[in-house]
C-alpha cells in the first residue's frame, strides 16, 4: 500500500515510520517543514499542500499524526488548536474523500469527563470533554464519523516512549536521574500507553481498512504518582524526590479527565491488539529487549 503518514517529528509519528520501516509498504513521510524525519511537506491545514500531494502520489491510506496535542497550549492558543485538530482533519477528510483513500487517525481519552466509576470506557460511551483541546479532538472526530470517508479513528491514553521531546516516563526517569524534586498526582488515574502498541494499531487498522472507532492504550491503570514510583523501582531511584500532590495544586490550564482507561476487547479482536505491560515496555525502551 501507499501509505502517507503525518507529523512524523511527533512522539506518535516517529514511531509509526519505525513499525512501517519493517513493512513492504511505500511510506511517505510528511511534516509541515521538511525537516526530521520528514521529506514531504505537508501541513494539513494546507488544502494546497494536501492536493498537489494527493494529485502526485495519490496514496491508499493516510495515518494522521499530525495535531496541537498540547493541552495547556490549547486553551490559550484556540485559534491554532481549531486550524490543526479542526480544520486540518476537515481538510484531510475533503481530500480523502475526493482521491477514494482511507483515514486512520488518531483521538484521546479526553472526549470522557473521567467521572464514570471504573473508569473503563467502552467505544460506544457518550462523550463530555472539558477543556479546549478535548473539544477540538471531538469535533475533529465527528467531521470523520458523519462523512462518507473510509475511516478508522484509534483513541489513545497517556503515550509515551523513546522521543527526543520528555514524555511521561522520559520526564520521571530523567529528574528522578538528575535528583530533581518533581510533583506527581495521586487522583489522576490512566491507562499509560507505549506508543509502539499504539503504532502497530495504527498499521494494523490501516492494513485492514477497519472501519469505526477503536480503543488502544496500556493494559494497566495507575495514577500518575504510581507511574513515578513503578519507574523508581525499575530504575532503583529514589522516591523520596516525588512529592505527591493532588490536582487542584497543580494549577493546570486545562481540566483533566480524573479516571480514564478503556476496554481493549474491540481492538484485540479486530486489529490483533497485544499491548505490552507497563515493566514489558521499559525492557524495550531502555534495555531493547
Ligand atoms: N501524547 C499523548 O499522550 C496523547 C494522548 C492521547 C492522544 N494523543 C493524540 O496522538 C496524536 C499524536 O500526538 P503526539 O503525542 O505524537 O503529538 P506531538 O509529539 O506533538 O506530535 C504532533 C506532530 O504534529 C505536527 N504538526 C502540528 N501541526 C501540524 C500541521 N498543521 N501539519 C502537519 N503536521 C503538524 C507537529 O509538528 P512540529 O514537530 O513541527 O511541531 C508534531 O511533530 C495526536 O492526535 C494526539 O491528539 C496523544
Do not use: W
Amino acid at each position: 500500500m501507499k501509505i502517507l503518514v503525518t507529523g512524523v517529528n511527533g512522539l506518535v509519528g516517529n514511531s509509526i515510520i519505525k513499525i512501517l520501516s519493517k513493512s513492504e509498504h511505500e511510506v511517505f513521510k510528511s511534516s509541515r517543514k521538511i525537516e526530521g524525519l520528514a521529506d514531504h511537506k505537508v501541513d494539513i491545514t494546507s488544502k494546497d499542500d494536501l492536493e498537489l500531494f494527493f494529485a502526485k502520489f495519490n496514496p491508499d491510506v493516510v495515518i494522521n499524526s499530525a495535531a496541537m496535542a498540547n493541552v495547556d497550549l490549547c486553551e490559550t492558543e484556540k485559534k491554532s488548536c481549531d486550524d490543526v485538530n479542526i480544520n486540518g482533519v476537515r481538510n484531510l477528510v475533503d481530500v480523502c474523500l475526493k482521491y477514494n483513500c482511507h483515514l486512520t487517525h488518531i483521538s484521546t481519552d479526553y472526549i470522557f469527563d473521567g467521572q464514570k466509576k471504573s473508569g473503563i470506557y467502552l467505544e460506544s460511551d457518550a462523550p463530555s470533554p472539558q477543556g479546549y483541546y478535548a473539544k477540538s479532538k471531538l469535533e475533529g472526530e465527528r467531521i470523520i464519523t458523519s462523512s462518507n470517508l473510509k475511516y478508522s479513528i484509534l483513541r489513545t491514553i497517556l503515550v509515551y516512549g523513546m522521543h527526543e521531546k520528555l514524555n511521561i516516563v522520559t520526564y520521571i526517569k530523567k529528574s528522578l536521574e538528575e535528583g530533581n524534586i518533581i510533583s506527581l498526582v495521586d487522583d489522576q488515574i490512566r491507562m499509560p500507553t507505549y506508543v509502539d502498541d499504539l503504532s502497530a494499531a495504527c498499521v494494523s487498522a490501516s492494513e485492514k481498512n477497519a472501519i469505526g472507532i477503536f480503543n488502544v492504550c496500556g493494559p494497566e491503570q495507575m495514577s500518575y504518582l504510581e507511574i513515578g514510583n513503578r519507574i523508581a523501582d525499575y530504575f532503583t531511584l529514589d522516591k523520596n524526590l516525588i512529592n505527591h500532590v493532588k490536582t487542584k495544586d497543580l494549577n493546570q490550564r486545562a481540566l483533566r479527565p480524573f479516571k480514564t482507561g478503556f476496554d481493549l476487547e474491540k481492538s484485540i479482536k479486530f486489529l490483533d491488539y497485544n499491548p505490552t505491560s507497563f515493566n514489558n515496555s521499559l525492557d524495550l525502551m531502555f534495555n531493547g529487549n
